[in-house]
Every structure is written in structure tokens, then in C-alpha cells.
């Protein structure tokens, strides 16, 4: 009885290492696309396992599409199934345009994520929402960089909408939801530009600590609209900083 039930738990063992070395042995480039795989008995016989361990691994490849078998010609091996490109992982901060097209995609978001934190915010995500302001208005005027404060900033504010969606989706995007990089020669230490980002932050966090919702959907758009004209700025390249 104890060999039977540890049968299974080896063959499936087994069939994991040879899967995974013929696997490797593919993506290695060392058996390329068209090449044939070598017949069962040389593979048994190379591996030191059964014929059923050997035509369960190759199944397992089948399955990843890595390999197909071919009536009476043997198994031949695929070009490798090119990787799944998730949302958001191809964004390209060095074009503006790609950083428009997030830009835009954010406002549809973020607006109503900032009118739901004013209805829903509770004291302590108020506190935090406040907390995050002060800490961006901190690095913009001590010069320090501003990306990971503003995405805080934003972060929480769409937690305060007491939808998880809204905070998946920029966790989603990740701090690129931020691209500062891509506006080459702007001056975050400069006098005027901290000015105008903390005056827009603060109406957004004035609004939801009010719990104007309205005036909170207002003022996100219009900071995000206004971070898309600066963008668009760049874009056109006739100025650097408005």
C-alpha cells in the first residue's frame, strides 16, 4: 500500500524535472523551432525514467504550445508563444504622447475616485489624504524629487473612495502613473511651478476634506487637465513650463 501511494507523488516529480529541462532546452535556443525532439527510447534512455514519465512531459510542453507531434514524423518543436503584454507595461515615457494617453486615462479614473473620497473619506483617511499633501509641498521645496510623494498623494485619495478598484488601478499602473521624467527642463524647484502644483493639490484635498463632491471632481480635472496642457506643451515643444 505505501508504494502505491508514493508512486504518483515520484512520477509527478519526475515529470516536472523532464518537462522542465526539455523546456529549458528549447527557450535555451539549443533545440530550435522545426527541429525534431529525439525519439521516446533515446529520450527514456537520456533521462533514466519510463516511457509514460517521458510521453507525460512531452505533453506538458504540448500544452505551453512549445511543441506539436506530427503523425508518423515524430514531435517537432514551435516557435516559443511570444510573452502576454499586461496592461500598462508598454507604456513609453520618453514619447509625450504616451504619456498623454495615461494622462487621459487618469482623469476618467481619478476624477470620480476624488468625488467618492469626499462622500466616503473617513477621519482617519482624511488625516492621511492631508499628510500626503504636506509630504509633496516637503520635497518640491526642499528641490527633492516629487514622484513618490505625489503618487502617495494620489494613492490615497482613491483608497478614501472606499472602492478598491480605484487604488488596484493606479497601484496597477504603478508610480509611471507619475511620468515627471518625461517633461525634460522643467524646474520642480522653481517658485512658479510649486505654486501651481500645490495650489492644485490643495483644492483637491480642500474639497474632499469639505466634502464638496463636486468641487472635487472639479478640481482633480483640472489638475489633471492642466497636467495634460503642460504635457501637450512639451508635445508641440514651444514651451517647457506654463
Do not use: W
Request: glycine letters at 8%; a negative charge; hydrophobic letters at 40%.
Amino acid at each position: 500500500m505505501q508504494t502505491h501511494e508514493n508512486t504518483p507523488v515520484k512520477s509527478g516529480t519526475l515529470v516536472s524535472q523532464v518537462s522542465e529541462t526539455l523546456r529549458q532546452t528549447i527557450l535555451s535556443g539549443e533545440l530550435k523551432p522545426g527541429d525534431k525532439l529525439p525519439s521516446e527510447a533515446r529520450l527514456t534512455e537520456a533521462h533514466g525514467v519510463s516511457r509514460t514519465v517521458i510521453r507525460e512531459a512531452v505533453a506538458a510542453l504540448r500544452a505551453d504550445g512549445l511543441v506539436e507531434a506530427r503523425q508518423g514524423a515524430g514531435v517537432f518543436v514551435l516557435e516559443p508563444p511570444r510573452a502576454e503584454v499586461l496592461p500598462f507595461q508598454n507604456l513609453d515615457y520618453a514619447r509625450i504622447s504616451s504619456v498623454i494617453e495615461l494622462l487621459e486615462l487618469r482623469t476618467a479614473v481619478e476624477v470620480e475616485a476624488a468625488a467618492l473620497a469626499a462622500l466616503r473619506r473617513s477621519p482617519q483617511q482624511e488625516e492621511g489624504i492631508i499628510t500626503c499633501h504636506h509630504a509633496v509641498l516637503e520635497c518640491l521645496q526642499s528641490g527633492q524629487p516629487t514622484v513618490e510623494a505625489d503618487f502617495a498623494l494620489h494613492i490615497a485619495i482613491a483608497d478614501a473612495s472606499n472602492n478598491p478598484r480605484f487604488g488596484e488601478f493606479l497601484s496597477m499602473v504603478g508610480r509611471g502613473v507619475i511620468p515627471r521624467a518625461a517633461l525634460q527642463g522643467r524646474d520642480e524647484s522653481s517658485d512658479d511651478y510649486i505654486a501651481q502644483l500645490h495650489g492644485e493639490h490643495s483644492r483637491i484635498v480642500e474639497a474632499i476634506s469639505n466634502g464638496d463632491e463636486d468641487g472635487a471632481r472639479d478640481a482633480m480635472r483640472r489638475h489633471l487637465k492642466g497636467s495634460q496642457s503642460r504635457y501637450r506643451a512639451v508635445l508641440r515643444g514651444d514651451v517647457t513650463r506654463r
